[in-house]
């Protein structure tokens, strides 16, 4: 028995379409199942090693000071964050880091509390490659990209801030230059 066909196209039985869009179905919402379960692992293992606040408080400094960088550009701030928990002249948590005073330019003046998120894609893509470098670098800390020593940056549009002049440029990533002391 030869295939029917409507303007050139095979048509297929019914039952057998029906199991192939079935099947479809499955194999779609199996993928976005498994998608979903191993990014909740991801997100309660970093939660766990630097507690979901901190996280929080990284991906509103990496949004508001570097949303318009690449990839790159989101990582370096945030190892610059983390960078500078571990020096002495700075505060011990992440969010205390981030909200010291004048130390980023979101965080000036009357600005503290009126922070807003007006595209949420770029928010979510910085809180997904977030947690993805938190997770790379708490692996293997060959996969940072900037020295542990980097505890600054500034646009390479603006006039050099005072403090540059005692540090040591190591990194140019898009519109940021990355600094560490001489």
């Given amino acids: 028995m030869k295939p029917k066909k409507f303007y050139g196209i095979v ?6 379409y029906i199991l192939l869009l079935a099947t479809l179905f499955y194999l779609l919402l199996t993928n976005i199942f498994n998608l979903t379960i191993g990014q909740k692992n991801l997100d309660n293992k970093i939660n766990d090693i630097y507690g979901s606040q901190n996280i929080e408080c990284i ?13 790159d550009g989101w990582k370096a701030v945030t190892e610059v964050i983390l960078n500078r928990t571990n020096l002495d002249q700075y505060p011990d948590t992440i969010c205390e880091v981030v909200h010291q005073n004048k130390q980023f330019s979101y965080r000036n003046g009357d600005k503290k509390n009126n ?4 595209e949420p894609i770029p928010l979510y893509n910085i809180t997904k490659t977030v947690y993805h470098h938190l997770y790379e670098i708490n692996k293997d800390s060959k996969k940072k990209i900037l020295p542990d020593c980097v505890s600054h940056y500034d646009g390479k549009s603006f006039s050099k801030p005072h ?7 190591v990194k140019e990533i898009g519109g940021h230059q990355f600094y560490c002391k001489k």
């Fill in 115 to 118: 922070l807003r998120y007006y």
């Fill in 59 to 71: 991906i509103e400094a990496v949004y508001h000071e570097a949303r318009g960088e690449s990839v």
């Fill in 163 to 169: 403090w540059a002049k005692h540090m040591k440029m």
């Fill in 11 to 16: 048509l297929v039985n019914r039952r057998l």
